[in-house]
């Protein structure tokens, strides 16, 4: 075994990853052996993994400069990559750059250039026009659901910063979308293409259609959440004012949840998605910004409230649940007086028995740390600090998130008062830290 299978082993270890699938593994392959690879795949199937792993050989931990660039259509999918690519532990220097993030903040990171940089096009683009990025040694390029950074309006960016990449070796491309057409700017020769995005890629998804009388649909909505129990799902909408809608009668109704949609602002984004990973909210009510590019675990539902225009986006939708192995269901609720889109398939009705009962809230609680990587903190450090210095039980200590600057760790609900009276102001490594609740 050579050297490399061993720090992939490593890695996946670490990762908590008994072995890969049968994409990753393709990927694995083709990806040291072409120098254009267009990769399609369904949402959740773990293709950030399947491109991160290879860069691991290919780039020099010692050189000071950006070796490898991934452009991706979102800052919650460069947060995303982020984290994977620490997580891997595999030595290199990453930073991540995306709009609603300080400009500055990212000029400093980038005087000590990462072997491999992450960001939206936008951002990316202005650093290197500010030169900020020095472009001379960028040899591996990867555009993460590149369809989708041309759906929301960054070609012209994307087109400035493959002209300024002079020496690019490889190009790889994703999508979790069947028909995309590659973009001629990337100048793209005879790429190798490894398709996983067959029909029957989702075996264990159950579609299940609901008839509604009332045309809002709440009534049904409530029933419906009534009989999935305390499951993990998302109801999804298509406007931020449906989602104020749905949100106002699910609290009046006591259904705890959050919301996500692009109106919030990044931080109140990136908190409600460390809520729902942890699960101090089993429930969130989203756009179609959550059906793709983010990083949350297998959901037991979806729930189209509404549904999307497009055929792509009903199954980038479904794509949530029933992900890698696991079953799931998508429920679709619909006012029986108005007829189905025409790209739906004739799918199985459901009638609803009258009991049930509203879904307990989470036991889970989310509490804030006010430092993190830069503060050379480790997860270690921090369950240290709430288990023995906390009292916590391992069963009662969840998951912990740790940022550059921060951290974020769920616990048990009954304990989170206590904790942030007795921890706050705490000492962790050479830091006092704030502990409080979001």
Not at 84 to 112: F, T
Not at 389 to 397: D, I, P, S, T, V
Not at 423 to 434: D, F, G, P, T
Request: net charge neutral.
């Amino acid at each position: 075994m050579s050297e490399n299978t061993k720090t992939k082993a490593e890695i996946l270890e670490k990762l908590g990853i008994e072995a890969l699938n049968s994409m990753q593994e393709a990927a694995l392959e083709a990806i040291p052996r072409q120098s254009e690879v267009v990769l399609l795949s369904p949402t959740g199937t773990g293709k950030t993994l399947a491109f991160l792993l290879p860069l691991t050989d290919f780039l020099d931990p010692e050189k000071e400069k950006v070796q490898a660039l991934i452009l991706v259509p979102s800052r919650e999918l460069a947060i995303q990559i982020e984290q994977v690519a620490r997580e891997m532990g595999s030595g290199l220097k990453i930073n991540a750059v995306y709009g609603g993030r300080s400009a500055s903040k990212d000029k400093i990171d980038l005087q000590h250039p990462p072997a491999l940089l992450i960001g939206t096009p936008g951002r990316v683009a202005d650093h290197i026009r500010r030169e900020n990025i020095e472009t001379d040694a960028i040899q591996y390029l990867i555009l993460d659901e590149f369809d989708k950074s041309l759906e929301v309006g960054f070609e012209k960016e994307m087109k400035a910063i493959v002209r300024a990449l002079p020496n690019l070796a490889k190009k790889i491309l994703t999508s979790a979308t069947q028909q995309v057409e590659i973009p001629g700017f990337l100048h793209l020769k005879q790429p190798f293409k490894l398709n996983y995005l067959q029909e029957d890629n989702l075996p264990d998804l159950e579609l299940r259609l609901l008839w509604s009388d009332q045309a809002d649909k709440l009534a049904s909505l409530k029933n419906l959440l009534m009989q999935v129990g305390s499951g993990r799902g998302i109801i999804f909408c298509n406007y931020k004012d449906t989602i104020e809608f749905v949100s106002g009668f699910l609290q009046q109704e006591n259904i705890h949840h959050i919301c996500y949609f692009g109106g919030l602002e990044q931080r109140d984004r990136e908190r409600a998605l460390i809520q729902f990973r942890n699960g101090t909210y089993r429930l969130m009510v989203a756009t179609d910004l959550a059906a793709r590019g983010i990083d949350v675990p297998a959901l037991d539902f979806i729930i189209h409230f509404q549904l999307p225009f497009q055929k792509e986006e009903f199954i980038h939708r479904n794509g949530r649940t029933a992900r890698m192995n696991t079953g799931g269901t998508a429920y679709l609720i619909h006012f029986k007086n108005k007829i189905l889109p025409e790209y739906l398939d004739p799918i199985e009705e459901v009638i609803l028995s009258e009991q049930g009962q509203i879904p307990a809230p989470s036991q889970w609680e989310t509490l804030f740390i006010s430092g993190g990587r830069q503060d050379k903190i480790s997860k270690g450090d921090i369950a240290g600090l709430f288990l023995k210095q906390g009292g916590l039980k391992k069963e009662e200590l969840g998951l912990i998130e740790l940022k550059q600057d921060c951290a974020f760790v769920a616990v048990a609900k009954k304990h989170s008062q206590r904790l942030v009276e007795e921890l706050n102001n705490s000492r962790l490594k050479k830091r006092k830290v704030r502990v409080k609740g979001i």
